[in-house]
T-cell receptor, first 111, second 118 residues
Framework: TQLLKQSPQFLSIQEGENLTVYCNSSSVFSSLQWYRQEPGEGPVLLVTVVTGGEVKKLKRLTFQFGDARKDSSLHITAAQPGDTGLYLCAGARSSGDKLTFGTGTRLAVRP | GAVVSQHPSRVICKSGTSVKIECRSLDFQATTMFWYRQFPKQSLMLMATSNEGSKATYEQGVEKDKFLINHASLTLSTLTVTSAHPEDSSFYIC??????????????FGPGTRLTVL
């Protein structure tokens, strides 16, 4: 059972455009992480959010944790080809619990 | 930052043979490591939790006799795919928590091992 559903599943945009990726669940998570994975490599952690309503910024990336801690979003401003990759959200339902990965969003940014 | 390595990066084997994949934490100790499986264009699925000095904990539906895990030291965990079949072909990734030993701590992922079973 996939607890975390990401949308869209695939996204192909032009360089300079903005985009938002959503990570939704019917379950409450104590923490949620976002990763970016390139082909043939392991995921790399981008951010961890733990507080409902929390917003974190990482350069052109803005991450938000929903007030109810059931969902999260990743917004990229002025996307660049280097942003291309698989974006994964992952949540833990309680401290020390296992990480559940989302279904993934594959982003392609065209020059 | 913490580095996790995996060896080999790619392996091709014949059906029926066994394959061992190593996961090493290079500059930190990890009493716990995690093994994931990822099919093409899909997300990561946790297979098992590797525990140094004790038995691994397997997720539901993962055959422990098929996927043998040994956490021999504080820096090394191995996953052996026994009697491999074509359906075992996948991308296997390990991770280790940077501190605390809990899954919710920052996870450092290895680069993955692509297994192809002919």
């Amino acid at each position: 059972t996939q607890l975390l559903k990401q949308s869209p599943q695939f996204l192909s945009i032009q360089e300079g455009e903005n985009l938002t990726v959503y990570c939704n669940s019917s379950s409450v998570f104590s923490s949620l992480q976002w990763y970016r994975q390139e082909p043939g490599e392991g995921p790399v952690l981008l951010v961890t959010v733990v507080t409902g309503g929390e917003v974190k910024k990482l350069k052109r990336l803005t991450f938000q944790f929903g007030d109810a801690r059931k969902d999260s979003s990743l917004h990229i401003t002025a996307a660049q080809p280097g942003d291309t990759g698989l974006y994964l959200c992952a949540g833990a339902r309680s401290s020390g619990d296992k990480l559940t990965f989302g279904t993934g969003t594959r982003l392609a940014v065209r020059p | 930052g913490a580095v996790v390595s995996q060896h080999p990066s790619r392996v091709i084997c014949k059906s029926g043979t066994s394959v061992k994949i190593e996961c090493r934490s290079l500059d930190f100790q990890a009493t716990t490591m995690f093994w994931y499986r990822q099919f093409p264009k899909q997300s990561l699925m946790l297979m098992a939790t590797s525990n140094e000095g004790s038995k691994a904990t397997y997720e539901q539906g993962v055959e422990k006799d098929k996927f043998l895990i040994n956490h021999a030291s504080l820096t090394l965990s191995t996953l052996t795919v026994t009697s491999a079949h074509p359906e075992d072909s996948s991308f296997y990734i390990c991770s280790a928590p940077g501190s605390g030993g809990q899954l919710t701590d920052t996870q450092y992922f290895g680069p993955g091992t692509r297994l192809t079973v002919l």
